[in-house]
């Protein structure tokens, strides 16, 4: 109960983390696209799932950031490797969606003279 409990306060302060972008810091790029990169970045970062070992065959589920912190911490490269994995992964997907999409719009008309 204690695991699903941490889980559901991490999400919550990790929702609160990203407002505090879109609310404080989005505002200060002047680019549209700018800030669609950074909101994905963020969004990334902090929603992204890891795998960690536990004791014996035990697997958790963590957030991947937070494994990479404790791989760097633990000074284990092999760990921190393994925790940012999931985030290298998920982060070429999302980019490449944004990408693709980016491509699929129509240009902006030019601004009359």
Do not use: N
Request: charged share 10%; hydrophobic share 65%; glycine share 4%.
């Amino acid at each position: 109960m204690a695991y699903v409990l941490a889980w559901v306060i991490y999400l919550a302060m990790a929702a609160l983390l990203l407002l505090f972008y879109e609310r404080y810091v989005a505002p200060l790029l002047a680019s549209a696209q700018w800030r669609l990169m950074l909101r994905a970045l963020v969004a990334v970062l902090l929603f992204t799932p890891g795998l960690v070992a536990g004791h014996g065959d035990a697997v958790h589920v963590v957030p991947a950031c937070i494994a990479v912190l404790f791989g760097l911490l633990a000074k284990s490269p092999e760990t921190m490797a393994k925790a940012a994995l999931p985030l290298l992964v998920v982060a070429t997907l999302v980019y490449a969606a944004l990408f693709a999409l980016a491509g699929r719009r129509p240009a902006a008309p030019a601004a009359p003279d």
